[in-house]
């Protein structure tokens, strides 16, 4: 069973802060690893994508990426209370359908005024 | 250029009717994509389809769940004889090819199923 497990939080921040959200995922020939944002009652808004080991930078999110202990995060700089909802980790499903995206359950953060 | 759209945004159904829930692609997209997402849980997969084929549907549950795309017209999603734990949110996405998940989703607002 291929997974994808993140802390369901909730993760409080104050106000200009940085967030720390992880992931960490079962299936080692994953190629491509996604963060999306949902807000309480919306769709899943993808925000940041990444496919090599390192750091992707892209305004106030960085995705960074480990393949080799299978773990993906993502940094929030300057936190605001606008950043607050559920943060969903997801891997594409090497090997299995092109069409199945493997989603974790989602890290809900706080940001406090 | 519309995203993906979806109707309804919120359905109510009483246990045992139909549930239809309906994914226009964006234009030009042939490939759609079918996500549930329970209370308190993640997105999952349910069912892969091109114009007129299902390509996987590895997701779907074997009973009373039904999805087709026909060559006109929006994807279909359709749901017999409904339950409480059907109760959901249901998200499609769309892409021009296949192998999307190279590239991530887009999804449209879904429809926000409750069974009563």
């Known amino acids: 069973q291929k997974e994808v497990e993140q802390n369901s939080g909730p993760l409080s921040v104050p106000e200009g802060a940085i967030a720390s959200l992880n992931c960490t995922y079962s299936d080692r020939g994953s190629q491509s690893f996604f963060w999306y944002r949902q807000y309480s009652g919306k769709s899943p808004e993808l925000i940041m994508s990444i496919y090599s080991n390192g750091d992707k930078e892209d305004g106030r999110f960085t995705a960074q990426l480990n393949k080799a202990s299978q773990y993906v995060s993502l940094l929030i700089r300057d936190s605001q209370p606008s950043d607050s909802a559920t943060y969903l980790c997801a891997v594409n499903d090497y090997g299995g359908s092109q069409g199945n995206l493997i989603f974790g359950k989602g890290t809900k953060l706080s940001v406090k005024p | 250029n519309a995203g993906v759209m979806q109707n309804p945004r919120h359905l109510v159904r009483r246990r045992g009717q139909e549930a239809r829930l309906r994914c226009s692609p964006m234009k030009g997209h042939s490939h759609v994509y079918w996500y549930r997402q329970l209370p308190e849980e993640g997105l999952k997969f349910m069912v892969y389809l091109q114009k007129e084929n299902i390509i996987d549907e590895s997701g779907m549950p074997k009973e009373r769940f039904s999805a087709e795309f026909p060559k006109e017209g929006p994807s279909i999603l359709r749901i017999q004889q409904v339950v409480r734990g059907d109760s959901a949110a249901y998200f499609c996405?769309?892409?021009?090819?296949?192998?999307?998940?190279?590239?991530?989703?887009?999804f449209g607002s879904g429809t926000r199923l409750t069974v009563v």
């Open positions: 996405a769309s892409s021009p090819f296949p192998g999307q998940t190279n590239y991530g989703y887009t």
